[in-house]
T-cell receptor, first 114, second 112 residues
Framework: AQSVTQLDSQVPVFEEAPVELRCNYSSSVSVYLFWYVQYPNQGLQLLLKYLSGSTLVESINGFEAEFNKSQTSFHLRKPSVHISDTAEYFCAVSEGSGNTPLVFGKGTRLSVIA | KAGVTQTPRYLIKTRGQQVTLSCSPISGHRSVSWYQQTPGQGLQFLFEYFSETQRNKGNFPGRFSGRQFSNSRSEMNVSTLELGDSALYLC???????????FGPGTRLTVT
C-alpha cells in the first residue's frame, strides 16, 4: 500500500530565506506526485505535479519540486520565501494505475517570519 | 471557469442527527472524490464517484454514504452523527484520464 511521509510537521523560516519541505513516499508501482497548499479556512490548492517527463517541476509562484525515484522523494523547495507563503503544505501520491485516490502526508506548516 | 463549490460552508449538528453535504464539480469534470480532514488523522479518502457510480471507497463505516447525479454534482450523507465526525469535508473533482484533483473550499462540520 502506498504511503506518504512528510518529515517535518512545522518549518519556521525567515522571509527571503530558502526553504525545503521534505516528502518521501512508498509504493510498489509507478506513481504520480503532487504538492498542495492550504491557507487558513480554505480548501487545498494544487501547487505542482509530477506525472512524467522532466523530474524537476515548477510552479508559477517560484516553488519547485524534484522527483527522485531512487530515493522515493519529492521534496519541495523555494529559494526565497515571502510572508504570503505561510500556509500548510501537503504532499500527495496517486498510484500510476489510474483512478486511484490521493494519499496525503500529514502536512508541513510553513511559517515565514518577517 | 468556476471552481469546485461546496455547500454549506459551515454546519453545526447534534450527536445522532444526520447531515447531507453538497458538491458541484468544475464544469466538464465527471469524477468527484470526498475527503475528511481532521487534526489527528489528517486527510483521509472517503469515496469517489464517476458517472453516478461509486468507483472507490475508503475505510469508513457505512454511516458515510454518497451519490452522484447525472450532472456530476455529488452529495455525501453521514447518518447517526458522532462527535468524532467533526471535521472539514473536502470535495475534489477531476477530468477523465487526468490524475490531478481540484478541491473545493470544504464544509466545516461540527458535531456537539
Amino acid at each position: 500500500a502506498q504511503s506518504v511521509t512528510q518529515l517535518d510537521s512545522q518549518v519556521p523560516v525567515f522571509e527571503e530565506a530558502p526553504v525545503e519541505l521534505r516528502c518521501n513516499y512508498s509504493s510498489s508501482v509507478s506513481v504520480y506526485l503532487f504538492w498542495y497548499v492550504q491557507y487558513p479556512n480554505q480548501g487545498l490548492q494544487l501547487l505542482l505535479k509530477y506525472l512524467s517527463g522532466s523530474t524537476l517541476v515548477e510552479s508559477i509562484n517560484g516553488f519547485e519540486a524534484e522527483f527522485n525515484k531512487s530515493q522515493t522523494s519529492f521534496h519541495l523547495r523555494k529559494p526565497s520565501v515571502h510572508i504570503s507563503d505561510t500556509a500548510e503544505y501537503f504532499c500527495a501520491v496517486s498510484e500510476g494505475s489510474g483512478n486511484t485516490p490521493l494519499v496525503f502526508g500529514k502536512g508541513t506548516r510553513l511559517s515565514v517570519i518577517a | 471557469k468556476a471552481g469546485v463549490t461546496q455547500t454549506p460552508r459551515y454546519l453545526i449538528k447534534t450527536r445522532g442527527q444526520q447531515v447531507t453535504l453538497s458538491c458541484s464539480p468544475i464544469s466538464g469534470h465527471r469524477s468527484v472524490s470526498w475527503y475528511q480532514q481532521t487534526p489527528g488523522q489528517g486527510l483521509q479518502f472517503l469515496f469517489e464517484y464517476f458517472s453516478e457510480t461509486q468507483r472507490n471507497k475508503g475505510n469508513f463505516p457505512g454511516r458515510f454514504s454518497g451519490r452522484q447525479f447525472s450532472n456530476s454534482r455529488s452529495e455525501m450523507n453521514v447518518s447517526t452523527l458522532e462527535l468524532g465526525d467533526s471535521a472539514l469535508y473536502l470535495c475534489a473533482s477531476s477530468l477523465v484520464g487526468h490524475y490531478e484533483q481540484y478541491f473545493g473550499p470544504g464544509t466545516r462540520l461540527t458535531v456537539t
